[in-house]
């Protein structure tokens, strides 16, 4: 099961792991358009940061726009694989270009609560090589923010509790083109390379 742990850690089967990513009300990038980064589309390779576990992600234009991703995680000696779906809208905030993310299939199972209902967001982008990189909202760095009044949202109960950034989207899309707001993608969660 470690392919889908990582699904969920990459922005994706996160409705297996101990809590939720940030999530959204409103999709970032709403000011600026949302639409479907053609660069996206294709089959994508590449590890986790964390377990180096293999990951393929094959991006398709969506027939009602957007963008459907279906993650895959293969079957190996060690780990049992596991796929999902989620619909994407990309947008750019100045350079910073992001994906808005909700989960449609969990292994073959409509997803439910909040990875359904609402988007999470992901800063994208480029490399020199043609490489992909991935970064996901670090959850302490956004309780940070919302209980610094940096960023309007809600936090759950305990510990672990669950983020959602509430805010509007004009003032959503202000805050991640300042650096409070990138300062929230840390680190690469993955980086991938386009398979030819």
């Known amino acids: 099961m470690r392919a889908l742990r990582w699904m969920a850690i990459a922005a994706t089967a996160l409705a297996l792991a101990a809590c939720l990513p940030v999530t959204t009300r409103t999709p970032v990038g709403t000011t600026a358009g949302l639409g479907a980064d053609p660069d996206l589309i294709g089959t994508w390779k590449g590890r986790s940061a964390a377990d180096k576990t293999v990951m393929y992600f094959h991006f398709l234009r969506a027939k009602n726009g957007g963008i459907d991703l279906v993650l895959v995680g293969p079957t190996t000696k060690k780990d049992e694989g596991g796929w999902m779906v989620l619909h994407l809208d990309t947008a750019s905030l100045g350079a910073a270009k992001f994906i808005n993310a909700r989960a449609l299939y969990n292994g073959g199972k409509p997803a439910e609560g909040a990875m359904a209902e609402h988007s999470f967001p992901v800063l994208y982008g480029f490399g020199a090589k043609g490489e992909l990189t991935i970064s996901q909202i670090d959850e302490d760095a956004a309780k940070a923010a919302v209980k610094a009044g ?29 650096p409070d707001g990138l300062a929230l993608f840390p680190k690469p969660f993955a980086v991938l390379k386009k398979v030819r």
């Open 150 to 178: 940096k960023i309007a949202g809600t936090i759950g109960e305990g510990e672990s509790g669950d983020v959602m950034l509430t805010a509007d989207a004009k003032t959503l899309d202000a805050f991640f083109q300042t």
